[in-house]
């Protein structure tokens, strides 16, 4: 873990154990004052030397001693904590080394006198000490690719080495307008080195079934069949991205039909056997090295934003580029960093900065050619800022070629310590700001965007996967260690070897790890993406084997029933279960430390006995169902609130009160399911002043037939002031609706899902929906809709679902928009390839650098 994130995490606590817990320490008070003070001096040692941290080995050795003692400074503040609020934990202290309470303090003030020798032997002036992306120039000819048609299916590979750029060139094919057309089935399946065949189908099946949970008890072979049968008519591209063996091949291409012509294959591997088995048929594409000219130009494109470079630094760039031995991973890695160092209003000292730059390359890539990118990465790696690398490192806790939400990445930085306050801006958005800088040093990739263009989704390349795993080691950073299986049965590492760990991913054979009772006095965080049933007696096994525990992410293994001894983990800060819960009990309440509780159930409703209002840190509450909450405290009315609560969702409508958002003043995000009818006009919503997220589903199967529609929506005033997205399911509110909506002036994002609104007719040529730029409607009985530019000023995005009797879109909508996505809606085809031709006719030489209009058009609609 990085020094400083780990200190400021440390000094987090222990501020929080003398303000609001100072009983669980009860007579080590000053050890723990003194203690703070140390580290506060620590800190700020830490800080002043985060540029010099690999520029010299000395200090690299005692800043290794610094991060020990951190490490130890807070086994024995968590220990403490653990033993005094459960008594019945001795025989699991007796198992560490015995904790000296709080004498770890001398040890600290030991590194100081340390530190300053080291200063004065070294003369050390403070003062001073104050990815995927290739140019199109690697693009292959995509023509034999897209329409060469065949007398049956038709794999099509892309092979290379690592960093060439094959899934970024399977991108650019899959999202080229021209094959959004032509293949209005597309499918994006990462395979990687350990695939589940029946994950891969299912996957592929979604894009067909609104509902796959049956397909769970099916075997492979049925589900393959079921697969073949939607995959048997019409066109469709599925690429299957990173395949690594032949024999993958074999395993995965029963589910594809053969007979069908139209449809296309696209594999990426890095391997040629892997294309050969495929289609012996057809060569492969197989991606060469950037000329020396094509590295330049992706370089200066990285750098600059277009093919120029000032002449003072055209030397220094011409140097690094060669240096990276034409390979595009490597470019892009390297000009992440000089972004950062490039100001176009001093070019002399962005010289300087490139000099430095220059000078490293040629450290560390003066030897062994086969290790190159790899030190390209490590070079990447020393330049980010001290409070970046935990987060970069954390993506190898995350299994190869995983989409990662977002939002889940986010809340387990924040839950793990990585994320420092900022002045007035939230841990949540100074993640974004991690993240998105990450992002701009092509270090992580935002793959997927939501509706309104936020990044949703987020991978990493496997290369820079495989570095932070090594970086990530018990020998390095000691941050997190992955658990794997070997072709002999054994863990690797050991289970003898997790004495020392702190961080534990295991992607595999979950249960058998757990039944052979590891050992793991120090893990913080155990994570998860194994879909498996935990049994009773190996789910209680993980809180008594990892009693320090903050991160507990094992949302995809489903617990039979929720282990008693879980709310031992009074450390805990972020928490994903699922089974078949009904009753969230109120036990809960004991971890205190929570800021992240998720359950997933397959109940419709969820009753809460923990008392969510006194879980001062809870800051997100999600699930499934429809969660009923505890009664608010007494002092609600005196002004006590849940300060910290951003997200509650999802909660019954009876919870809908002005008490509950009194309490709740901060919401961000609420979600409300149940007889939406019953939402009286005096819920209180308008209270909450920082909402901006809310989702209404009116599930019907809480009450009777007759309470299936909403009659009319509540008054304008009624509404949270400042909402910017809402979401309405199933409420089957009449078209004249509207007009409630359109008043709100901050709203962005309207989705309409599940009959939210029916009716064949909707006049929307009175109303003005003055900032709305995405709606999304979904299974409606609309048939005809009118409607101008006027009444949708900013739209840029209009996805429509399964409204198969809508005749066609408004055609005027076309001057705003920017993407448009028809699935079974047939009738509207015509006027949506209308739009598109509006939109091109529209395109002129002033403005061709706008955004490409996109139009996408679901399968048997044309």
């Not at 470079?309 to 690094?320: A, D, T, V, Y």
């Amino acid at each position: 873990m990085a020094e400083e994130a780990a200190i400021s995490f440390l000094l987090d606590n222990v501020k929080q154990l003398l303000r609001d817990q100072l009983h669980l320490i009860k007579g080590a008070e000053s050890e723990v004052n003194g203690l703070q003070k140390d580290l506060e001096v620590l800190q700020a040692f830490i800080e002043d030397n985060t540029a010099k941290k690999n520029k010299d080995q000395t200090l690299k050795v005692l800043m290794r001693r610094v991060r020990e003692l951190i490490f130890e400074a807070e086994d024995v503040i968590d220990a403490s904590v653990i033993q005094a609020a459960e008594k019945k934990t001795q025989s699991f202290f007796a198992k560490m080394k015995k904790p000296r309470t709080l004498t770890v303090a001398n040890e600290v003030k030991d590194v100081r006198t340390k530190i300053d020798l080291f200063f004065k032997e070294h003369r050390v002036d403070r003062a001073a000490m104050n990815t995927e992306r290739s140019a199109d120039t690697n693009r292959e000819e995509r023509k034999d690719i897209y329409w060469k048609e065949k007398n049956e299916l038709d794999p099509i590979s892309i092979i290379g080495l690592p960093g060439l750029g094959k899934t970024t060139i399977a991108g650019k094919i899959f999202t080229d307008p021209r094959v959004q057309y032509e293949f209005p089935t597309r499918i994006w399946v990462f395979v990687s080195q350990d695939y589940k065949r029946k994950d891969v189908f299912i996957s592929i099946l979604k894009n067909f079934k609104t509902n796959t949970d049956d397909m769970l008890r099916k075997t492979d072979m049925e589900i393959a069949q079921t697969l073949r049968d939607c995959l048997r008519e019409g066109r469709f591209l599925i690429v299957l991205d990173d395949v690594w063996t032949a024999e993958a091949w074999l395993d995965l291409h029963v589910a594809f039909p053969k007979i069908n012509k139209l449809g296309k294959i696209l594999i990426t591997s890095r391997h040629e056997e892997v294309a050969r088995q495929a289609n012996p048929h057809r060569e492969p594409h197989n991606l060469r090295l950037l000329t020396h000219q094509e590295s330049w130009l992706l370089f200066r494109l990285e750098v600059f934003g277009e093919p120029i470079c000032p002449s003072k630094l055209e030397e220094n760039g011409r140097f690094i580029v060669n240096q990276c031995d034409r390979l595009p991973l490597a470019i892009v890695v390297i000009a992440g960093i000089l972004v950062k160092k490039t100001s176009a209003l001093d070019i002399n000292a962005t010289e300087k900065q490139w000099n430095k730059v220059r000078d490293r390359v040629k450290y560390y890539l003066k030897e062994d050619p086969e290790k190159r990118m790899e030190k390209i990465i490590s070079l990447s790696y020393n330049k980010l800022p001290y409070h970046l690398r935990p987060c970069f490192l954390y993506f190898g806790m995350f299994p190869e070629d995983f989409e990662i939400p977002v939002q889940k990445l986010i809340l387990m930085w924040i839950a793990e310590g990585f994320i420092q306050r900022k002045n007035e801006i939230t841990l949540e958005e100074a993640a974004q700001d991690y993240l998105e800088e990450l992002i701009s040093r092509n270090l992580v990739m935002g793959d997927k965007k939501s509706l309104d263009g936020q990044i949703k989704i987020c991978r990493i390349h496997d290369m820079l996967r495989e570095f932070c795993k090594d970086e990530a080691g018990i020998d390095k950073e000691n941050l997190f260690q992955e658990i794997k299986m070997s072709n002999e049965g054994n863990f690797i590492p050991s289970i003898s070897e997790e004495q020392n760990h702190r961080r534990l991913s295991i992607h595999s054979h979950f249960l058998t790890f757990v039944s052979s009772k590891p050992s793991g006095p120090r893990v913080r965080t155990l994570f998860s993406k194994e879909e498996i049933t935990l049994p009773l007696k190996n789910s209680s096994s993980i809180p008594a084997l990892f009693k320090l525990l903050r991160v507990l992410d094992v949302k995809s293994i489903k617990f039979t029933k929720i282990p008693s001894n879980l709310t031992d983990l009074v450390l805990l800060r972020y928490i994903a279960l699922s089974s078949d819960f009904k009753i969230l009990p109120k036990a809960i309440t004991k971890i205190w430390n929570l800021q992240t509780l998720i359950v997933d159930t397959t109940s419709r409703s969820l009753e809460i006995n923990a008392d969510l209002w006194n879980m001062i840190n809870l800051r997100h509450f999600k699930t499934n169902a429809s969660a009923t909450l505890p009664k608010t405290p007494e002092d609600t009315k005196q002004g006590g609130t849940s300060g910290e609560l951003q997200t509650l969702g999802m909660i019954s409508t009876q919870n809908c009160t002005e008490d509950v958002f009194c309490r709740a003043c901060n919401l961000k995000k609420l979600g409300i399911r149940g007889q939406i009818a019953a939402l009286a006009c005096s819920s209180g919503l308008e209270r909450l002043r920082n909402l901006r997220k809310l989702k209404l589903f009116n599930d019907v199967r809480f009450g009777s037939t007759s309470e299936a529609s909403v009659p009319r929506l509540p008054p304008l005033d009624a509404f949270p002031p400042k909402l910017k997205n809402l979401t309405l399911k199933d409420t089957r509110l009449e078209w004249n609706q509207m007009s409630t909506l359109c008043m709100l002036k901050y709203l962005e994002v309207l989705k309409l899902k599940d009959s939210a609104f029916v009716g064949e007719f909707w006049d929307a040529s009175r109303i003005c929906f003055q900032k709305l730029e995405v709606l999304y409607i979904e299974r409606t009985d609309l048939a005809h809709w009118k409607a101008s530019n006027q009444n949708f000023p900013e739209l840029s995005s209009l996805v429509i679902r399964n409204c198969e009797k809508l005749q066609e879109i408004p055609l005027d909508l076309y001057k705003s928009l920017h993407s448009l996505d028809l699935r079974r809606c047939k009738f509207a085809v015509d006027s949506a390839k209308e739009i598109e031709k509006a939109k091109k006719k529209e395109q002129t030489q002033e403005n061709a650098e706008m955004s490409v209009f996109k139009l996408h058009i679901a399968p048997g609609d044309e």
